[in-house]
């Protein structure tokens, strides 16, 4: 049974799912990454929201853990590629708390306009100052968006049911989807120079981080007031502060820090400055919404091997994992098969799929290609690391379709190309489920994959069969199964076998000087 670790604070539906689907799961919140770290070792999934920081350190302990998900969006706090280093998939639930965040965004704007929390405590404090609290309306104002996406995109149609005139940065969105939202795209020197109210909503990356620099809170309007309900590291907070302190930005608010969980910061006190603590994403229905997206996610992944919403492996819907997994099974094998077959170094991949296999999602076939070739050189590799270490090795990967007639119902077959040559094998499944070789170097056979096997290149002269027989007899190797295939008679032939217990070195090496061997090849699958 997967056992899966819940460490943060996450609605209980998470943990009803997981167990309703069959999951053992463990909830506990709040951590050290000490104390995650010692009994990381024993899950096959961690669900977190952002206190968990999966780090490269921490996934040095993750020995069994297959995913990481995410109930929420920015996954910022995860090494997503240690993790696919490690062959860990991590999926995050992108629209779950997406309506929440915007609420919280245009809810922080219009306290901005009010001074609502400043309003709020002089008031309890029994001051009355009802003169000292003059707001703006927002009615007619300019709201400038730095990022239209999904969060961006409903703060945008909120601000126009406002009345707001809304104008986005966001050099992703096309014309026509600024449009369909009813925004206009400007370029962000624009934005800084219009925008009476600037909200920040872009994932916090190379191009994004400090994206409200001092340089450019210079350019903004007198006046301007900032909400970021997206990441801290967006705005400088020092230049944010020197703009309020100058009197230059009329408010800012932050959901949001650069150290979180923020609880100093040089902003704190500072007036017409509003924070609260990461809440963009914290009502009962996002919360609902993302713990049980994410539960069912990582079961499917888990107990299917369906994939949504992952960020480091193409999606697999859990209705397609089970036609998918004995191709999944097939391409593995024949992976391994021209790997192992293949001495030298690998440059270019084809896989292609005919009959049935047409028909099918191609991208988990070639991920299992891939993992089953680099298993030869490699064992930390899976269908997650492999395509990264497919373009880390420089190795070309193409996919072909072919939509033929062939002597099979379904067929995959994997051409590599290395320094000496083109090699291709093919196989297709028995009886839908069982994989079968049907194809080496362009020589039919009919071979089951068995865990050991001896891979012969010979001349098609009598005799060979009875020799070969005679030199495993002599070192007590059992025969399982013995296949056949050959260009024309008296060309070349191979020879696949499968064997009981392993071949020594010396005992192929005897093989390989019988007359007439080309070749001869011990190989593993399992
Ligand atoms: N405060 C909170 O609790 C929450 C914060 N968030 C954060 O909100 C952010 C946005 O989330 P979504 O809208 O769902 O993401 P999204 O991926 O749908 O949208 C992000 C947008 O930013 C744009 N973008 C990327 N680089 C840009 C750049 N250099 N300049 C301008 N725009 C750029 C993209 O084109 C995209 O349209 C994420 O960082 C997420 O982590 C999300 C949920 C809750
Ligand atoms: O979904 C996101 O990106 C968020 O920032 C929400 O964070 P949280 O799950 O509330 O810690």
Redesign the pocket.
């Known amino acids: 049974m997967p056992k899966v670790l819940i460490s943060?604070k996450m609605s209980p539906k998470a943990a009803e799912i997981f167990r309703a689907r069959g999951i053992e799961v463990v909830e506990k919140p709040g951590l050290t990454k000490e104390e995650l770290a010692a009994i990381i070792g024993d899950y096959d999934g961690l669900a977190i929201?952002?206190?968990t920081k999966a780090t490269a350190q921490l996934l040095e302990h993750a020995t069994k853990l297959k995913v990481i998900g995410?109930?929420?969006?920015?996954v910022d706090n995860v090494d997503v590629p240690a993790a696919t280093a490690r062959g860990i998939v991590v999926m995050?639930t992108p629209f779950g708390?997406s309506i929440t965040?915007a609420e919280h965004a245009i809810a922080l704007m219009f306290a901005l306009a009010r001074q609502l929390p400043e309003a709020d405590a002089s008031t309890q404090a029994g001051k009355w100052e009802k003169n000292r609290f003059m707001g703006v309306e927002v009615t007619s104002k300019t709201l400038g968006l730095i990022g239209c996406g999904n969060i961006g995109s409903i703060v945008a149609e909120r601000g126009l049911g406002l009345k707001m005139k809304v104008v986005a940065f966001d050099p992703f969105l096309t014309p026509e989807r600024a449009q369909d939202i009813g925004v206009e795209k400007v370029t962000l020197e624009e934005l800084l120079a219009k925008a009476d109210f600037i909200t920040l909503h872009t994932p916090l990356t190379d191009s994004t981080r400090n994206i409200l620099s001092a340089e450019n809170l210079a350019k903004t309007k007198k006046g301007v007031r900032i909400i970021n309900c997206a990441?801290g590291g967006l705005i400088d907070e020092a230049a944010l502060k020197a703009g309020l302190d100058s009197g230059h930005i009329a408010g800012a608010a932050l959901d949001?820090f650069v150290e979180e969980p923020a609880t100093q910061s040089p902003l704190f006190g500072t007036p017409n400055f509003i924070s609260t603590p990461?809440?963009?994403?914290?009502t009962d229905e996002a919360q609902v919404n993302?713990a049980i997206q994410v539960a069912e996610q990582m079961s499917d992944f888990l107990l299917t091997g369906g994939v949504s919403n992952a960020l480091n492996m193409p999606s697999l819907s859990a209705e397609d994992a089970p036609k998918l997994k004995p191709y999944m099974a097939l391409a593995e094998y024949l992976g391994h098969l021209i790997g192992q077959l293949t001495g030298d170094e690998i440059r270019a991949v084809t896989v292609e799929v005919e009959g049935a296999a047409a028909q099918l999602n191609i991208k988990p076939i070639t991920g299992a290609v891939l993992a089953g070739l680099m298993r030869t050189f490699s064992d930390t590799v899976n269908m997650v690391n492999a395509p990264t270490m497919a373009r880390d090795r420089n190795i070309e990967v193409a996919e072909v379709r072919h939509e033929r007639d062939t002597d099979y119902q379904t067929l995959v077959r994997v051409k590599v190309k290395s320094a000496s040559g083109e090699r291709s094998v093919a196989g297709t499944l028995f009886g839908a489920a069982q994989p079968r070789l049907v194809e080496i170097f362009g020589i039919k056979v009919e071979a089951d994959f068995a865990n050991r096997m001896i891979f012969i290149i010979n001349e098609d002269k009598p005799g060979f069969i009875g020799r070969l027989g005679t030199k495993l007899g002599e070192v007590g190797v059992n025969i399982g199964t013995f296949h056949l295939g050959r260009r024309d008679a008296g060309a070349e032939a191979i020879l696949l076998l499968s064997i009981d217990s392993p071949v020594d070195g010396g005992t192929l090496k005897d093989i390989a000087t019988l007359p007439g061997v080309k070749t001869a090849k011990a190989l593993t699958f399992g």
């Open positions: 943060d929201r952002s206190s995410r109930a929420g969006i920015g995050n708390n965040t990441r949001v990461h809440l963009g994403a914290s993302v």
